[in-house]
């Protein structure tokens, strides 16, 4: 076990409860402090850190590398950087932006029949996206929502989030491992 990704999961519960009890006692005074026009989702590092509010923003890092948006209505969620794909990894379109105008995902629902406009979404996004978001189902007058995607109920798990961690950090070293391989200057991998 990996005392370091053992300590991120569980950094990243306690950032996954003040995502999920925005109303507590606790959330409202770290919010009031750290992150007050904001959610725990964006809140950004700033100066006079508590030790122990650094470690719950590492965690919140690792909580967002496991989250991903369920499309109600899709309002308001974001189709280029919001994750709401339900793929390994990053959960948002592979399909490069370009210069497409749409910004959201409610603007991919047909508005007469409240369903996905199959025509848009192919003529936007390559194969492995489009058949990604046809795959998806709409709930037209719900919300969209977050939730934990390694897990089939949806909930959040420091075993999960263990092996969220560990994963990204044996993807990185393996990153790291083939620019080495590769010819990179080594003194660029060990910097």
Not at 34 to 57: C, D, F, M, N, V
Not at 115 to 123: A, G, K, P, S, V
Not at 128 to 136: F, S, T
């Amino acid at each position: 076990m990996d005392i370091h990704s053992f300590n991120l999961a569980m950094m990243a519960k306690q950032a996954w409860r003040l995502w999920q009890y925005p109303n507590s006692l606790l959330a409202q005074i770290l919010k009031a402090k750290y992150y007050r026009s904001s959610t725990i989702l964006e809140a950004q590092p700033k100066q006079g850190l508590s030790y122990t509010w650094r470690s719950i923003l590492r965690g919140a890092e690792l909580m967002k590398k496991g989250m991903v948006w369920h499309v109600g209505d899709g309002r308001g969620l974001k189709i280029w950087t919001d994750p709401w794909l339900p793929r390994n990894h990053s959960r948002r379109p592979i399909t490069p932006r370009g210069m497409n105008l749409i910004t959201d995902v409610d603007e991919l629902i047909n508005p007469v029949t409240g369903t996905w406009d199959e025509e848009l979404i192919r003529d936007i996004f390559w194969e492995e996206d489009y058949k990604l978001i046809l795959a998806l189902p709409v709930s037209e007058g719900r919300e969209n929502f977050l939730a934990w995607h390694y897990d089939k109920h949806r909930k959040f798990s420091v075993k999960s989030a263990y092996r969220v961690c560990w994963d990204d950090t044996l993807r990185k070293r393996s990153v790291r491992a083939s620019q080495v391989g590769s010819g990179q200057n080594i003194d660029t991998c060990w910097n």
